[in-house]
């Protein structure tokens, strides 16, 4: 991957707000930038909602998150379950 100009403006927001939002047109690297910056944080957890199977793991979302409370959680396509964003809320 190569260096973009977001990557210290995310890194330095991340540690300030307790979320932060990848907005952008589809291809441009969102994806890539997120697994990018999962795998510089041994603590990410990474969950795709384009699978089954994290989307059966989010069904009672509160829970799955306060299990997740203190690491970095990454929600690709996060905008396939809308419902999540009130789980995200508090």
């Known amino acids: 991957m190569f260096a ?3 990557d210290e403006a995310l890194k330095r927001r ?3 707000m307790p979320a932060v939002a990848l907005l952008g ?3 441009v690297g969102k994806t890539t930038l997120a697994h990018a910056l999962a795998a510089q944080r041994g603590d990410a ?3 795709d909602m384009e699978r089954a199977s994290d ?3 989010m069904a009672n979302a509160e829970l799955a998150l306060a299990a997740l409370r203190d690491r970095l959680v990454i929600i690709d396509e996060v905008q396939l379950a809308p419902d999540l964003f009130a789980a995200l809320r508090p």
């Open 45 to 47: 957890v990474f969950i």
């Open 4 to 6: 973009r100009l977001i």
């Open 55 to 57: 989307r059966a793991r």
């Open 25 to 27: 047109p589809r291809q």
């Open 14 to 16: 991340l540690l300030n």
